[in-house]
């Protein structure tokens, strides 16, 4: 199953990479490896996590403190948000509102 990254969480996952990788050499790139072995996860078992609201629903990574939140379509899973623990916990809900939006347009 295709993945779709709502324009948001990809500036999360590339902000977060450089991030990263200005603390510590190559700590960036073992973040982006973490996030596509998490979104392989999800791909291969994506109703597994369970469902937080609706339809969206929560993987937590384990080395590194985000989560994933996504919502499983018939034809793709759409990531949301990469959330890091310390953000506020609903600041990316309007994303799902976007993504009806869109959908319907």
Known sequence: MRVVYHPHAEGELVESARYYEI??????GAF?????????VLQADPLRWRILEADVRR???????????????????RIL????HSR????????V????????G
């Not at 993987?59 to 899973?77: E, K």
């Not at 948000?81 to 890091?84: D, I, R, Y």
Request: glycine share 4%.
């Open 23 to 28: 603390q510590v050499a190559s700590l960036g």
């Open 32 to 40: 982006l490896d973490a996030i596509e072995g998490a979104v392989q």
């Open 59 to 77: 993987y937590l990574l384990p080395r590194f403190p985000f989560a994933i939140y996504y919502r499983v379509l018939p034809d793709h899973i």
């Open 81 to 84: 948000a990469l959330k890091h």
């Open 88 to 95: 506020h916990p609903d600041y990316w809900r309007y994303r």
């Open 97 to 104: 509102v976007d993504l009806n939006t869109e959908a319907s």
